[in-house]
Every structure is written in C-alpha cells, then in structure tokens.
C-alpha cells in the first residue's frame, strides 16, 4: 500500500469518526432534557436519616433531625424531603403513626422554610388523590390544606387545595377525612371570604346527618355545627350524648350541646358532670358553664 493511499483512507477515517462524533452531537443537543434526579448518597448525613437511607429506622432519632433542620434548605435535600413524603406505610417498617408523624413534621419544617415551597401544595393535593396512600396519611394532607392555604403561594395549586376541601367533605364521610376537611374550612371561613361561612356549615351538617358517615368523622363535624351556630346538629348532638357509646364522640355531642343547647339540657349535662370518666365530666362542666351564662345573659 502505498503512502498516497493510506493517507486518503487515514482522511477517510477521520472524517467518518467526524460526521459520527456530530451526529451524537446533534443528537444529544435535540434529545429533551431529563429532570435530574436526586443522588442520595450525595446528601447529608440527617438527611439520609430522615428519609430513611441509613441503618437507624427509629423515630425518635429522625425526628430528632427533622427538628433540626434548616430554614434554608438547598433545591437537592427539599426534592429528598418530597421523595420521603411519597413513600408508602406498607414499604418499611414503622408503625402507622410513627411513620406518618414523621412525615408530618417534615411538611411543618418545609412549611417553615424562608423560601415557601412553591411545589408543596400540588404534592400535598396529588397523595391526597392518590388512594393507594394510608388513610392516615391522606387526612394530614387534608389538614395541611387549611394550614398552608394561609401561606401558600397565590397559584393554581393553591385553589385545587380549597377544592379538594370541599372534595373530600362530600365524598370522603366514610372514614375520618371529611371530618378533617370540614374543620379545615370552619377555620378557613374565619379568614377568607371564600370560604362562606353558610355553605361551609350547610355542607357539614349535611355530611353529619348521612346514615354513612363514620363516627370518627362526626366528632369534627358536630365542632363545626356547633363554632358555626347550625342549630340543626342540636338533635343530633342531644342523641349521641344518650346514646352514643365511644366517649370521644359523646364528649363532642357534649360540648356542641353547650354551645347550641339551653338550659333543658342542664339536667343531662349534670349527670356527665358527675361522671367519672375526666372526658365526659370535663366538656360537661364546660357546657353547662356556657349555657347558664347564655341564660342569665337573656335575663
């Protein structure tokens, strides 16, 4: 071979390897960019703790560092916290409300960050959404509606979060989160007008008064009726005081009673009063102090 053509075919070569090298080139330059994602090992050390990435799996040590963290939190140690928050009860080992209390402390640390998390409310509204999440976990994203909804930036995230309180007030009376939906918007009514005060308690002794509502639920629901002055919930309050059989949902028949009730209802709430059980006495002395200054005041 002579030097004449291996030098053609070195130019042929060099220009294959060109035109490959440009094509990547090309390639790469119009292919959509990928989010990067989150390396975890890169983190630091309470971060890894928090989320789970070490070999401590306790509470207490993580809340620990949840209670520590920063106030100004880098873009890559946030995404970590969100990617902890979309983790399923049933992928580690925890308890239920050692798991979700850890998540919940972590949604306050963020909440309390200087620069308030955009993204927040849309990741709060998707697991709330999300069925394959733990009941648990999907009623804190309800009340974490009401609590950032004060603070959160004025987008479209923000009012999905108004919406879904009202979602989750209709359709959710089958467990604890429309009793959680609904103070969630007794709370918000004293704040923003938005949220009518009416309609807030309309909804809520409609949800009350369903055959299907979980009593769990009802405990909240009587609160709102009652903050709310709806004197409809009044027979209903009166009853599961008789009747009722969990103590949690008698003390708030007992309480809504002192705020809507009268002083025919002192002779019941005298005997609550004398009970032994500190969570039914305790409402009971509370409720009748309410209404007998309601009834001296009408003097």
């Known amino acids: 071979m002579t030097g004449k053509t291996l030098g053609v075919l070195s130019m042929c070569m060099v220009g294959a390897v060109l035109t490959a090298t440009g094509a990547e080139t090309s390639k790469a330059a119009s292919a959509p960019a990928k989010k990067a994602q989150v390396v975890i090992s890169s983190l630091p050390d309470e971060i890894k703790l928090i989320?789970?990435?070490?070999?401590?799996?306790?509470?207490?040590?993580?809340?620990?560092?949840?209670?520590?963290?920063?106030?100004?939190?880098?873009?890559?140690?946030?995404?970590?916290?969100?990617?902890?928050?979309?983790?399923?009860?049933?992928?580690?080992?925890?308890?239920n409300l050692q798991f979700n209390g850890l998540k919940n402390e972590l949604v306050l640390a963020l909440m309390r960050q200087r620069r308030k998390p955009t993204e927040l409310a849309e990741h709060l509204v998707k697991m709330y959404r999300d069925k394959s999440f733990d009941t648990t976990w999907r009623d804190y994203c309800v009340q974490f509606f009401g609590k950032w909804y004060p603070e959160a930036p004025k987008n479209n995230a923000r009012r999905e979060m108004a919406d879904t309180l009202w979602d989750a007030l209709k359709n959710e009376r089958g467990n604890s989160i429309a009793g959680a939906a609904s103070s969630q918007l007794c709370f918000l009514s004293g704040r923003f007008p938005e949220f009518d005060k009416k309609a807030v308690s309309e909804a809520s002794f409609e949800a009350l008064n369903d055959p299907k509502c979980a009593n769990i639920s009802k405990v909240a629901l009587l609160q709102?009726?009652?903050?709310?002055?709806?004197?409809?919930?009044?027979?209903?309050?009166?009853?599961?005081?008789?009747?009722?059989?969990?103590?949690?949902?008698?003390?708030?028949?007992?309480?809504?009673?002192?705020?809507?009730?009268?002083?025919?209802?002192?002779?019941?709430?005298?005997?609550?009063?004398?009970?032994?059980?500190?969570?039914?006495?305790?409402?009971?002395?509370?409720?009748?102090?309410?209404?007998?200054?309601?009834?001296?005041?009408?003097?």
């Open 224 to 299: 709102t009726c009652a903050v709310l002055g709806n004197e409809k919930a009044l027979p209903i309050a009166r009853k599961l005081a008789a009747s009722g059989r969990e103590p949690l949902l008698k003390a708030s028949a007992i309480a809504a009673i002192g705020s809507l009730g009268n002083k025919e209802d002192l002779k019941i709430l005298r005997e609550f009063e004398r009970a032994k059980d500190i969570r039914l006495c305790t409402p009971a002395k509370t409720a009748i102090a309410k209404i007998e200054a309601r009834t001296f005041y009408k003097k």
């Open 51 to 95: 989320v789970g990435d070490s070999e401590t799996q306790y509470y207490v040590p993580r809340v620990r560092a949840i209670h520590q963290l920063s106030d100004n939190l880098p873009a890559d140690q946030v995404q970590a916290c969100y990617g902890f928050l979309y983790k399923k009860l049933d992928s580690q080992s925890l308890p």
